[in-house]
């Protein structure tokens, strides 16, 4: 307690000087913080350390890797790795980079993401406020299903993609983002419509509008916020596929992920760490743009939908 | 249709009706029916193409005999504790430390979360190359004078599964720990201070009070952590593709392989039914007590 008094800024001193109010004061460098700051800042670094290990090995020359150590910061900065990253790193006999999987991942991404969010809000729309017999049951039917192991669903999914003739094409892989993204986003709606007034729905009756009047008038432009959590945990979501990106697809569609790992994993040539890592980086930066873009909202999206597993 | 006649039941809420078709087939076809024909035909033999020409169990026996699945289920299980264990309790611990009023809060939460942002590819590659015993921890410490130091877990088939738990741990945390503070932001500010005015320490009152209390929120991580395990594919593929040799395998890449590379796809469908029956076993009773109690989602 003695190194406590020597401590204290002046201005609490002269409070002290009163008569002692309000709660007792706290020392900031007392043990119980030093071990809380303490425990968190080790933990924090421990996450980021991989973040900076790929940012640095991306940056480093081959020779370099080869002396030093893989957490020193790079003597001589080198962008290289990530020009050859984008545009020149092969899978295969392709030698055009990743910048073929980005935007086959864009192609893949935005459809799916406007599609799977379209049916899911009418269908959330549909089951709050309209329900017809049955509903309930099919909604239930969903959610289990979202647990199911997709590996049991994959074989049946190729049969039908194959009759309707959209097997390793990108509408094919736009309907299975859509399929697997609706129990979540279903449910995600449903709970956001139910806890709207009700009036609001009746006064809109009375009006005389109907079912697709009302979700266009009213619900859409009331739901903003859900729209745009459904949006982040979608782009997140699909961007990160590999399944079924690698099951649907064929090698010249393959999305980022894939084209990734082929890369990275590939057993022919000398490995290029200071590439993969620029690599990894390139297809992990649009998920952690919009995690850092999105702050709270992330938090919310994945909170209600943390049902996905 | 006369208009003197009530309207046909099917006609009401025709709209609505309409606007769920794509529920109804997802439901129906993808998930009820794509389900029932994998389990149908994991009763075939089928092997190029799914042909109904059943053979009874003898997929099952089959894959209850082959090496490589009775290798993947115990990779499943250790993996599975691991993750289950450690997730739980690092994510517990996170929070109730996030949760002591601190500043920068926001901060440490972001960093927590990031990695959950990231793919399983992103994450499994980032710790292959830290992993890796000529450039990554191992080859840093040696480094530093120790020179028999050993940690190569992705090269060294007894523990390559702790390898890529390490990676899957660092990767799901983050998303635990949000669960965890939320369900503590839930609690009773007075619990706290009824707790404090008994002198009840800390550690106790989070033990026998709040967690206790959180239970729900247990139960609903425990499922989400458990449905997540069984679904382990791509953080293997990325690390280490199964390797060295058979031994970092699960069940989820072996239905794939069977299913896609090996055209066995009688195998594919009996492992993806015990995966299934696996889920089951967790999710049932956890929707009945959710869903079937009361009616409320």
Redesign the interface.
């Known amino acids: 307690m003695s190194d406590q008094a020597v401590s204290l800024p002046p201005a609490t001193i002269g409070r002290e000087a009163s008569g002692p109010s309000g709660p007792k004061p706290r020392h900031r460098f007392s043990r119980r913080n030093i071990f809380?700051?303490g425990?968190?800042i080790v933990?924090?670094l421990?996450?980021?350390?991989?973040?900076y290990?790929?940012v640095v090995?991306s940056l480093k020359g081959m020779p370099e890797?080869r002396l030093g150590?893989?957490?020193s910061p790079p003597l001589e900065i080198t962008f290289e790795p990530w020009v050859k990253a984008w545009s020149q790193a092969c899978t295969g006999l392709n030698c055009d980079g990743l910048s073929r999987g980005f935007w086959n991942s864009v192609r893949i991404t935005v459809p799916s993401v406007i599609l799977s969010i379209a049916?899911a809000s009418?269908?959330g729309?549909?089951?709050a406020n309209?329900?017809?017999?049955g509903?309930d049951t099919?909604?239930?039917?969903?959610?289990?299903?979202a647990?199911?192991?997709?590996?049991?669903?994959?074989?049946?999914?190729v049969?039908?993609l194959r009759e309707i003739g959209l097997y390793g094409s990108l509408s094919g892989l736009v309907i299975v983002h859509?399929?697997f993204g609706?129990p979540i986003l279903?449910?995600l709606f449903?709970?956001y419509f139910s806890s709207m007034p009700e009036e609001l729905f009746r006064a809109a009756r009375v009006d005389g509008a109907?079912?697709?009047g009302i979700y266009l008038r009213i619900m859409l432009p009331m739901s903003l916020p859900i729209f745009v959590v459904a949006v982040i945990l979608q782009v997140?979501g699909i961007?990160?596929?590999?399944?079924f990106g690698v099951?649907y697809t064929r090698p010249d569609t393959y999305p980022m992920?894939v084209q990734?790992?082929n890369i990275?994993?590939s057993v022919q040539g000398v490995k290029e760490?200071n590439v993969?890592?620029a690599a990894?980086i390139l297809?992990?930066l649009v998920?952690?743009i919009?995690?850092?873009l999105s702050?709270k909202l992330?938090?919310r999206g994945?909170?209600a939908g943390?049902?996905k597993? | 249709m006369s208009k003197s006649e009530r309207p046909n039941?099917l006609f009401?809420?025709l709209?609505?009706?309409i606007?769920?078709i794509?529920?109804?087939l997802?439901?129906?076809?993808?998930?009820?029916?794509?389900?029932a024909?994998?389990?149908l035909y994991s009763f075939t033999n089928s092997k190029l193409l799914?042909r109904l020409n059943f053979v009874g169990l003898d997929q099952y026996y089959r894959l209850w005999s082959t090496p490589r699945w009775l290798v993947s289920i115990e990779n499943l299980l250790i993996y599975g504790v691991l993750s289950l264990v450690f997730s739980l309790v690092i994510g517990f611990v996170?929070a109730a430390?996030?949760d002591?009023k601190?500043r920068f809060e926001?901060t440490?939460?972001?960093?927590?979360?990031?990695?959950?942002?990231?793919?399983?590819?992103?994450t499994g590659?980032?710790?292959?190359?830290?992993l890796n015993p000529d450039?990554?921890i191992q080859?840093?410490v040696r480094?530093l004078g120790w020179e028999s130091f050993s940690f190569d877990p992705l090269y060294n088939s007894s523990i390559v599964i702790y390898g890529i738990s390490i990676a899957a741990l660092?990767q799901g945390t983050?998303?635990i720990m949000?669960?965890m503070l939320?369900g503590l932001r839930g609690i009773d500010e007075d619990i706290w201070k009824a707790a404090r005015v008994d002198g009840i320490p800390m550690w106790k009152t989070y033990l026998f009070i709040i967690i206790p209390m959180m239970r729900p929120v247990f139960i609903?991580t425990l499922?989400?952590?458990a449905?997540?395990i069984?679904?382990v594919?791509?953080l293997v593929?990325?690390q280490t593709?199964g390797g060295p040799g058979i031994a970092s395998e699960v069940?989820?890449k072996y239905?794939?392989d069977y299913?896609?590379f090996a055209q066995n796809?009688g195998q594919?469908?009996a492992?993806?039914?015990m995966?299934?029956l696996s889920?089951m076993i967790v999710?049932v009773p956890w929707?009945y007590l959710e869903?079937g109690g009361k009616k409320r989602?």
Do not use: E
């Open positions: 809380l700051y425990t968190l933990v924090a421990y996450y980021l350390l991989p973040l290990v790929m090995t890797i150590n893989i957490f049916i009418v269908n729309y549909a089951l309209w329900r017809f017999k509903a099919f909604f239930v039917i969903l959610i289990v299903g647990f199911i192991p997709y590996q049991v669903m994959i074989y049946p999914i049969i039908i859509s399929i609706m279903t449910l449903r709970n109907g079912f697709w997140t961007w990160n596929d590999f399944l099951v992920t990734l790992n990275v994993n760490y993969n890592m990894t297809t992990g998920p952690l919009v995690y850092f702050g992330f938090v994945i909170a943390a049902v597993g | 039941q009401r809420n709209n609505a009706k606007a769920s794509p529920m109804i997802t439901a129906l076809v993808v998930f009820v029916g794509g389900t024909w994998t389990v799914p996170l430390l996030l002591q601190i926001d440490f939460r972001t960093i927590f979360l990031y990695p959950f942002a990231l793919s399983f590819i992103v590659l980032v710790w292959q190359w830290l450039f990554g080859h840093v480094d660092w983050g998303l949000c669960l939320a609903t499922v989400i952590i449905s997540g069984v679904k594919y791509d593929v990325a593709s069940p989820a239905v794939y299913m896609f796809l594919g469908f492992a993806s039914t995966m299934l889920v999710i929707a869903f989602v």
